[in-house]
């Protein structure tokens, strides 16, 4: 009996041998061997790459965000950390910047996803309708979302301009005196919302849409021979049926209001943009962790405001929890 | 060998199945060619006038920032900033391209935003598949757990690590460079389950395991089994991943600057002077939006397709 030694080539063509089938050939044992082995880690290297990534780029820069936020660190010198404990968030907590920013990201949040969502299950229903054109109106409402932040941001500043913006010529065809969108806190805020919601709702809708196509049609037919309107059904079968994702587009919303930077910024226009305004009426979070770090060279307290955002964030999902718990009861 | 060769008993021969024909090229033809197929497909009743109305209203509004870009960008400053506004586009489109091109340094933003985008969505696309094939069909211990933290990765914003990543990337001596902007997102969450659930659906078991008797290894049968049947969702995924990568602000602007920009980032130096021409400012923005705009026309339904099927957890 011969033993090669050398190994066969994985696979090799036209030897289907079942696994396990005991012949016991030196070759065929090791091929065996390098069959269990591959079975047993490939999975692991396949999922591999994803972890890995995620770990260097993600979580550690999250875990060693709080660690910066115990020191004093400068921009020009990355390298000198000097301790000092809590007192970026001591000075934080004292800062009237900060409780502005929180209120802003809080309000503009408001004012963005709620209109957002509602309007996005709005659409959703009539998209849901047998329709002609239906690609047509999907792809129209879609497109906002493949337009750049940037450009978006350009566009809608223009339109919300106070001398010759389309939005107050159109509010003068009505009556209404042309509104200073820059400089009036709450005009500001809704013109960034509406910068969000342009963007957004199309999106949002479709995954509704998605939703909506999957919810089982004898439910309807139930409903419609207990005598419920259309209206009814809406909100008896389609709402209920949809939860799950209407769940998932509130969380995802949120951590995109949180974390609310480009618009306000362009919308700011240059120089005045880090700051959200000449008095920060619209000046968020992420403006004011990118004025601290990059503007005032202070890492230390740019990354206190990332930790402060991020636990903000976890207090938000915790009173959607109770929230959920409450109306579940209620319900 | 190829995938053809093995017989496959379809089992499960659920109405719809996926299984011979999405192996099929990325195209689809015809309509209701969805990558997930769903029994009970909602409602079926016609719209009325009215819910036409409310749509053709819906896309008006969405579409019509970007036609006022367009009338904009192709006027003078002048007109541009006359009321009432002009609403047809004039002259200058393409004077105007040329100036914001220049001004903003355009060339070098679209180059580096393409390569950006590229890497970013190819990179995404294959170890998404990769990871979503080994949660899909393979079996390995802690396989749930290490997929939940998969699905929680969701939760946890990038942005949050801002000023330790821009550390890391200037010891790395990556400022203002274009790999600082690449690496942090070479993965992502939503891929992987995204692929995971197509495959979970269109891979036949039974493929599998026949590559598996034929002594393929696991990186074999990704290769000549897998990635032929997950050509579809991998093409959807790409452009998605694509538009979301030369969207991306935040980090992009915070650790390049104006000499190496992004299209988003060059985009913020044409608000910024204090010499404001508004027409070259529409310029700027049409001319970034532009690649992507063109990609929605060509595969707007498939990006459409590409968004509903990632939404439904199966």
Same mark, same amino acid.
């Given at each position: ?331 | ?131 979503? &094939?080994?949660? @899909?069909?393979?079996? !390995?211990?802690?396989?749930? #757990?290490? +997929?939940?933290?998969?699905?929680? %990765?969701?939760? $946890? ?84 991943? &694509?538009?979301? @990568?030369?969207?991306? !602000?935040?980090?992009?602007? #915070?650790? +390049?600057?104006?000499?190496?920009? %992004?299209?988003? $980032? ?49």
């Amino acid at each position: 009996m011969a033993i090669s030694t050398s190994t066969p080539p994985d696979g090799a063509p036209g030897a289907a041998h079942p696994a396990g089938s005991g012949s016991g050939t030196e070759d065929q044992r090791r091929s065996t061997l390098l069959h269990r082995l591959d079975v047993r880690v490939a999975p692991y290297a396949f999922v591999a790459p994803f972890f890995v990534v995620f770990a260097a780029f993600s979580f550690y820069p999250l875990i060693y965000t709080s660690w910066i936020s115990l020191h004093r660190v400068e921009l020009s010198t990355l390298n000198l950390m000097e301790w000092v404990g809590f007192d970026n968030y001591t000075a934080l907590w004292d800062d009237d910047r900060f409780w502005n920013a929180l209120l802003n990201t809080f309000t503009i949040g408001v004012l963005s996803t709620v209109p957002q969502l509602l309007m996005a299950l709005g659409l959703a229903h009539l998209l849901n309708y047998r329709l002609r054109g239906s690609t047509f109106f999907r792809v129209a409402v879609l497109t906002p979302y493949a337009t750049s932040v940037g450009a978006a941001a350009l566009v809608f500043t223009m339109l919300f301009e106070r001398d010759f913006g389309m939005i107050n010529w159109m509010l003068s065809l009505v009556g209404v005196d042309n509104i200073d969108w820059d400089n009036s806190k709450w005009a500001a805020q809704t013109a960034i919302s509406t910068i969000v919601i342009w963007r957004w709702t199309g999106y949002n809708a479709l995954l509704y849409l998605a939703a909506m196509q999957a919810v089982p049609r004898d439910r309807y037919e139930a409903a419609a021979l207990d005598g419920a309107s259309r209206w009814q059904q809406f909100l008896m079968v389609t709402v209920p049926g949809i939860r799950a994702t209407i769940v998932f587009t509130i969380v995802l919303s949120t951590i995109g209001a949180t974390q609310l930077f480009g618009e306000p910024l362009i919308f700011g226009q240059g120089p005045n943009g880090v700051t959200g305004g000449a008095d920060n009426q619209y000046q968020t979070l992420g403006l004011l962790l990118y004025e601290e770090g990059w503007k005032n060279y202070q890492m230390g307290r740019a990354a206190t405001v990332a930790w402060a955002m991020f636990l903000l964030l976890i207090v938000v999902f915790a009173v959607q929890q109770v929230v959920k718990r409450v109306l579940a009861r209620r319900a | 060998m190829t995938t053809d060769s093995i017989p496959v008993r379809a089992t499960d021969a659920r109405p719809g199945s996926v299984q011979k024909k999405s192996r099929k090229s990325a195209t689809p033809g015809g309509r209701g060619r969805q990558l997930f197929r769903h029994p009970g497909a909602g409602r079926q009743h016609h719209a009325g006038p009215v819910a036409y109305i409310l749509l053709g209203i819906a896309a008006l509004f969405s579409l019509f920032p970007l036609y006022w870009t367009m009338v904009a960008a192709s006027t003078d400053n002048t007109r541009v900033t006359q009321t009432p506004p002009p609403f047809l586009p004039g002259p200058h489109l393409l004077e105007n391209l040329g100036k914001a091109w220049q001004d903003a340094a355009l060339g070098k933003a679209m180059l580096n935003s393409l390569i950006v985008a590229g890497v970013i969505a190819l990179s995404t696309v294959l170890f998404a598949t990769l990871a979503g &094939f080994a949660f @899909a069909k393979l079996r !390995f211990k802690g396989r749930n #757990i290490l +997929l939940m933290l998969v699905i929680g %990765t969701m939760l $946890v914003p990038p942005q949050l690590g801002v000023v330790p990543l821009f550390m890391m990337m200037t010891e790395l001596g990556w400022g203002q460079q274009l790999p600082a902007v690449i690496f942090p997102t070479l993965v992502s969450a939503v891929g992987v389950f995204f692929m995971r659930q197509y495959l979970s659906e269109a891979l036949p078991d039974e493929l599998v395991e026949a590559g598996r008797v034929d002594g393929a290894h696991s990186l074999r049968i990704f290769w000549s089994i897998v990635l032929p049947i997950a050509r579809p969702p991998m093409a959807v995924l790409f452009m998605i991943t &694509f538009v979301h @990568a030369w969207n991306d !602000f935040f980090w992009p602007f #915070i650790v +390049l600057d104006m000499s190496n920009p %992004t299209v988003p $980032v060059a985009l913020t130096q044409l608000s910024a002077g204090y010499v404001r021409d508004q027409s070259l400012i529409m310029a700027g923005a049409l001319l970034g939006t532009l690649p992507l705009l063109v990609m929605f026309i060509v595969f707007g339904r498939q990006i459409v397709g590409g968004i509903m099927q990632g939404a439904v957890k199966g």
